[in-house]
């Protein structure tokens, strides 16, 4: 079956979204991947570990909050990573 010829509201729950977000081709490869698979998208992106060398790297000795808002995460969160990052 030619499923690119389908509208997308002959899609099956998140499928409808998936064709209207990254078109049929990229939904058949999602579907054909994780068919019968439960997945969850976490919020957060980035990995901790990347984020981790980020903040570190990026830290200036007083730009903590800055960095907690850039990355989504709160400020006591970032001050944990520098933290651990001194130890």
Known sequence: MDFSSLDS????????????????????LVHNYFAGQYVTFPKKLLSEEFLHNQITREYDGKNAKELARKYGYSYSWVMKVLKRSNT
Request: net charge neutral.
């Open 9 to 28: 509201s002959c899609f099956n729950g998140a499928y409808k979204e998936f064709i209207e977000l990254i078109g049929h081709k990229n939904t058949l």
